[in-house]
Each structure stands twice: as structure tokens, then as C-alpha cells.
């Protein structure tokens, strides 16, 4: 079949991904993009010299020989974008002062057995499951109709069925502990009863054995590198540009309207095939038609966790206040995440290492937290502004009390809500990892099914989530239209 021209809906990581490896084998790609840069969360914006990081703090590092390592070679992409290791994998706050969880497994467990000697026995399996999660993952798919698959791939036979909170409650006596282990919960979900304990091991298990990267200079510096080579390929980016419809008949999509944000007219644009890196809510409100386009087990497949960040300046670095670490964690008491529904949040000090983030003597952070659409959904915007200025507040007095002056050096904090999200990305109800990993099992399937002959996608919600999933959304949909895709694992 030819397929020679694409149209992209969204510039986010799927969306660049599959242009810029589409346009490198010869393809026509067009992307549009609502907003006036490229991206999506993948992007970062400018306050005087600085620039803030909107969405990718921490990725995974990279191994050799697999899916994506290729494919970020082809593309030339460790010439021209710096990626920058962070010193460990996340501080956390605990009744010893802050413990360091290092990005390698076995200096994890001494560090683990180190304060918890007790509960020496308990960390040594769970870290043995980090060892060899992977591996039994890289095999299953060979042992599934073996009758000895229970002794080939022991963690996923025994542990399909468990969520994160029942490994832990079976597993762990000290609650302290049990909240370092799953401090990053929010890489994935807000409750460990619903998270799935193999989805948070395996996604972990990419950080402790290959480290936790920031892109220097943020990750706008990747989404500005993509789109300079699909430019270079003569494919074209419509920036502020959004698509608001689409037409298909006999199963085969003919065109897709599109709205310049400056004005209320539509125009309409054609190719022979369409990419789509937007909310699939979205597409299936322009199908109108349960059969052309499935979003599998639809009840149970909810919009994931949203967050809200703060964003921050500060005239003298985090640390002269006692406050070091690129990744640190901190628990609230239930008294104190009563008072605004915080009951973690994560302080990330840009300064800690060398993130190309400032020009001027100003040192970058963010403090992240889980957060949902509906706390912020139907407010006024008076009562929206008083809420988001309480929590600024709210969460830099509990630093300021722990690290005092900190607060007093503090020159700009400004806070993103899920509803920021949501408007800028036109994410469903501001879902920053496609659909929810509540009760999900383990499994590499794509989440959308269609049965339109010339629609993909690739994006956060096709494939899965984070840098590295929506990254390789993008590399397999891309892979899949060239007519080279092999079910590899990365
Ligand atoms: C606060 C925050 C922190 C995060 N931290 C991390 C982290 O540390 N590590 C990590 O791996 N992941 C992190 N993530 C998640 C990660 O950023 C995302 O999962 C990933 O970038 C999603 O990529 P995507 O391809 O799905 O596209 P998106 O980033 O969702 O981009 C979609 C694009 O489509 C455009 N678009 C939508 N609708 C239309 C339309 N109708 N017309 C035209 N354009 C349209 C949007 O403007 C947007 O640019 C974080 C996310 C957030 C919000």
C-alpha cells in the first residue's frame, strides 16, 4: 500500500517520535500543533533568563541494543541533545534525616538493610525482583502455553494478581520503610491498593539499573532538535493550529479540519495517512462510531493521575538551607495533608546538577505533586486563585520549617493545576500519563483499537507513558506505517 504523506495531530514525544522517523524514510509529514511550540509536556517555558521544565524531570537511561537506543542513534539524537545523570535516584525525609536511594540495586539494598536491619530479608527479595524483573518480562511471551512456566518466570507467575500496597503489607513490618519504597508512586498512580505491584517494579527497575536523566537545557532542547529534523526532511509544522474535526468515509479518514487559534475559520487538509498524538476522547467525540474506533475496556479505562507543579526561583541554592538533592521526597503527616489534600510532594532542585536551565545567578526548582481535575474543576476563578496562592504557601511554610530561610530566598513561585494542564495540552481532564494505571494488568498492548484503515496512534495514551513510552508510542506507530514493525521489547 503507498503511503507517502502523513498528518500528525500533536508535537508531543509520540508525535515527534513518528514524524521524525517517517520523515527520515521519505514520508511527506505535516504536525500540527495547537500550541505555538513543540512538545507537549516535553517542553519548557521562559521567566526573564530562566527556563522552567514542564514535564520531564527524570527519564530513564538508556540501554544498548534495544527498540529505543537504535532508534535515538539513527536519529543522531546523542550528537545533539545532552542528557545529564542525576547523582542518585531520589532523597527521601525520614525520622534519620534524608536517605539517599541510589540508582543501583545493590547499593540500594545495603544502604535499605543499613537502617532496616530487621527487615534485611524482606529488601534482599524485593530487590532480587528488581534484578530479574526484566528479564522474565524480555521471555514470557515464549513460556505461554509451557506447563513449566511457573518455574521459567517465577516473579510474574507469583505476583500477576498482587497490587504495590499488598506486596508491602505482606511483606514489610516498619511503615517508614514501606513509604520509601513507593516514595515515586506518582511515577505511575496516587494508590497503591490499585497500582499494579509488577507495572511499578518493572517501571522502576529501568531506574536503578540504568540511572535517572535530565535532558540539559530541558526537554524543549529534544522536541526543538526532532522538529529541526523533520524541517530539514521538508516536513512542516502549523503552529498554533488546531484540528477540530475530522471526515472519513468507508472506513478511511479523506481529511481533517483544522482552526487557527487567531480566528474562528476552518480549513480542511488531506493525506494518506493521519497520526493522531491527541486525547482519544477527543477523536472518538469527531468518529461519533463505537465500532471505527475502541477504546479498549472503556469502563475500566479512566484518565490517569494529573499533577500540579509549582514552579520556582530562588536567589541562594536549596542546599545552603540544608536542602540537597536532586529528587527529594517528603511525606506529610495526616494532619498536615488534611489541610490541603497533599499527602507527598517531590522537590526538584535543578541546581543539584548541571541542567542548563539558567543564565543568571538564579537557581531552578519545582515541587511536584499529585493532584485531580475535579479539585480544581468549577471553580471560580477567585476561588481558583486564593486556592493555588494557600497551597504555595501552604507546601513552602512546611520547607521553611524544615530548612529554615528557605522560604525568605524564595523570588518566584508560580503553580500549575490540572486544569493548567488540560489547557495547554488539551489532555482529558488533565492526564499527564494517557489512561489510568488503576487495576491494570501487565502488558505491552495498545490501548486503541480502530478499525479505520488510515488512523494510529501515538502518544502517552496508545502505548503507555513517561518519556520512554510515549517516545517508543511514537517509534512503533512509525515503524507499523513503514511496514517494519517487529514486537520487540525496549
Ligand atoms: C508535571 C508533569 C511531570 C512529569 N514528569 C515526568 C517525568 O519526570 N518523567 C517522565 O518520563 N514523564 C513525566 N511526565 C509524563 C510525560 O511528560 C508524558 O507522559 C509524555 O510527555 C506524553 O507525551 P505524548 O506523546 O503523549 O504527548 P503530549 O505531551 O500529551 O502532547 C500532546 C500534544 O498534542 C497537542 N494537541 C492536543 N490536541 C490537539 C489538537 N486538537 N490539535 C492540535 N494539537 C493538539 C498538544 O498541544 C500537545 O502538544 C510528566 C508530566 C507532567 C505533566
Known sequence: MKKKSVIIVGSGLGGLFSGAILSENG????????????????????????????????????????VKFREFEKLGIFENVEFVRAPDFYKIKTSNGMISIPDNIEETESTLCEHYPLEKESIKKYCNILNNIQSEIEKSSSFENDPYQALKIPILTKYKNYSLGKYLEKNFQSNELKSILMANICFYHDNPKELNFLIFMYGNSFYFKNGCYFIKGSSQTLGDYLKSLIEKNNGKFLLGTRVVGLEYKESEIQSIQIQKRTNTETSKLSADCYIFNNSPYTVSDWIKNESLLEIKNKQRQEPSISMSTIFLEFD???????????????????????????????????????????????????????????????????????????????????????????????????????????????????????????????????????????????????????????????????????????????
Not at 502488558?443 to 518519556?467: D, H, Q, T, V
Request: with cysteine; net charge negative.
Open 27 to 66: 514520508f511527506q509529514v505535516t504536525i500540527i500543533e495547537n500550541h505555538y511550540n513543540v512538545g507537549g509536556f516535553a517542553s519548557c517555558f521562559k521567566r526573564a533568563k530562566s527556563r522552567h521544565e514542564v514535564g520531564i524531570h527524570c527519564l530513564d537511561g538508556f540501554v544498548k541494543d534495544t
Open 316 to 490: 541562594q541554592a536549596p542546599k545552603t538551607f540544608g536542602l540537597s538533592g536532586y529528587m527529594s521526597y517528603f511525606m506529610l503527616s495526616e494532619i498536615e495533608s488534611k489541610i490541603k489534600d497533599i499527602n507527598a510532594f517531590c522537590f526538584i532542585d535543578y541546581s543539584e546538577i548541571d541542567s542548563g536551565l539558567t543564565g543568571d545567578n538564579k537557581y531552578i526548582a519545582a515541587i511536584l505533586f499529585k493532584d485531580d481535575y475535579i479539585n480544581w474543576f468549577h471553580k471560580s476563578k477567585e476561588e481558583y486563585l486564593r486556592i493555588k496562592e494557600h497551597t504555595i504557601e501552604f507546601v513552602i511554610n512546611f520547607l521553611d520549617k524544615q530548612f529554615p530561610g528557605i522560604k525568605k530566598s524564595c523570588t518566584l513561585a508560580e503553580m500549575a493545576t490540572p486544569l493548567t494542564i488540560e489547557r495547554y495540552t488539551l489532555n482529558t481532564h488533565g492526564a499527564i500519563y494517557g489512561f489510568s494505571f488503576k487495576n491494570r494488568m501487565f502488558s505491552a498492548e495498545n490501548f486503541l483499537k480502530n478499525n479505520i484503515s488510515n488512523m494510529y496512534f501515538a502518544s502517552a495514551w496508545s502505548r503507555g507513558a513517561g518519556f520512554s513510552f510515549a517516545s517508543l508510542s511514537g517509534i512503533e506507530t512509525a515503524r507499523e506505517i513503514i511496514g517494519e514493525y517487529e514486537n520487540e521489547f525496549f
